[in-house]
């Protein structure tokens, strides 16, 4: 069975622009969550997926969106990039409702120059 | 808030030895989930072991185990026979399952490092 994939690994990109990840969830999998880790504040929860829902979403900027489509698949966007989005971006997936066994991909390791 | 704290940044073990990381948390709810997860060099986070706060049993996953004082708040994993494929970040994660959304909220962890 496939675990989590994120794509890209990793990433560069300008101040300004603007970026896509994507996380492909383990197969039968309906929830899609996604975290930001760095060292200063270390992992925090941006938005979690359910069945093409967004259930809930944590305290970052406009700028951070993200999406689910009907097979689950997430992607998350982050517009107008800044120095301080550097960060490892970290997709999980689980079951149901209730993420009592996440599942995380690699991540994909985003810099901003 | 929910909040969760590891207060031990780093620590070394040596292999074979027994090495315990510290964790509490602060909650005001009563039907709760913790967690130990594992990150290594490869940065894929790892559940190594899961608790369910209505459960008084300590949980225990071959070498790791947990001494959940749910009244003190505490949630100390420990990991015995300690092998070189141990080192890693370990975080403590704490999640209140609403039914219609959760999330993960993390300690800053513990680096772990074992040693010959």
């Known amino acids: 069975k496939a675990g989590v994939t994120q794509t890209p690994r990793y990433l560069i990109k300008t101040r300004g622009q603007q970026v896509t990840l994507s996380c492909s969830p383990i197969?039968?999998?309906?929830?899609v969550s996604w975290y930001q880790q760095t060292p200063g504040q270390g992992l925090q929860f941006l938005f979690e997926?359910?069945?093409?829902?967004?259930?809930n979403k944590g305290n970052f900027p406009g700028r951070f969106s993200g999406r689910q489509f009907s097979n689950s698949r997430s992607e998350m966007n982050v517009s107008t990039l800044e120095l301080g989005d550097s960060a490892l971006y970290l997709c999980?997936?689980?079951?149901?409702?209730?993420?009592?066994?996440?599942?995380f991909g690699q991540g994909t390791r985003l810099t901003v120059v | 808030a929910q909040t969760v704290t590891q207060s031990q940044p780093e620590m070394s073990v040596q292999e074979a030895e027994t090495v315990t990381l510290s964790c509490t948390y602060d909650?005001?709810?009563?039907?709760?989930?913790l967690f130990w997860y594992k990150q290594p060099p490869s940065r894929q986070m790892i559940l190594v072991i899961r608790?369910?706060?209505?459960?008084?049993q300590n949980a225990t996953e071959n070498r790791f185990s947990v001494n959940f004082q749910k009244a003190a708040k505490s949630f100390s994993l420990k990991i015995s026979d300690s092998q070189l494929g141990d080192t890693a970040m370990y975080f403590c994660a704490f999640m209140i399952p609403t039914g219609t959304a959760s999330k993960l909220t993390f300690g800053t962890g513990t680096r772990l490092q074992v040693t010959l």
């Open positions: 997926y359910f069945s093409e829902t967004q259930r």
């Open positions: 197969s039968g999998h309906r929830s």
């Open positions: 909650t005001s709810e009563n039907n709760y989930y």
């Open positions: 608790q369910e706060a209505y459960k008084q």
């Open positions: 999980a997936s689980s079951y149901g409702r209730v993420n009592t066994e996440a599942f």
